[in-house]
Nanobody, 114 residues
Framework: QVRLVESGGGLVQPGGSLRLSCTAS????????MGWYRQAPGKQRELVAS???????NYADSVAGRFTISRDNAKNTMYLQMNSLKPEDTAVYYC????????WGQGTQVTVSS
């Protein structure tokens, strides 16, 4: 069974940048769409960005223009480049397969604070 592992989170000041990685234990090629989610304390998990196998993307309004999602099928890895970070971006970030959902990983903590 495919396992997803998130990494790259950390503490960053407002306006800073981070790049998150999501690495699968197996091939992600069969997943037509993959996505990044985030969950802040006391809030529901939300879909931040998604990307198809061929590179079609969509973004939540809250991150559009600041975040860029990408994937490298050969490396079984998906990325989220996060620029111009804001305190409201603080959350645990997860990757998964929209609508299909493999087991959720541990996520990676992103904290944006001065």
């Amino acid at each position: 069974q495919v396992r997803l592992v998130e990494s790259g989170g950390g503490l960053v000041q407002p306006g800073g940048s981070l790049r998150l990685s999501c690495t699968a234990s197996g091939s992600i090629f069969s997943f037509n769409v993959m996505g990044w989610y985030r969950q802040a304390p006391g809030k529901q998990r939300e879909l931040v960005a998604s990307i198809s196998r061929i590179g079609d993307t969509n973004y939540a309004d809250s991150v559009a223009g600041r975040f860029t999602i990408s994937r490298d099928n050969a490396k079984n890895t998906m990325y989220l480049q996060m620029n111009s970070l804001k305190p409201e971006d603080t959350a645990v970030y997860y990757c998964n397969v929209p609508r299909y959902y493999v087991d959720w990983g541990q996520g990676t903590q992103v904290t944006v604070s001065s």
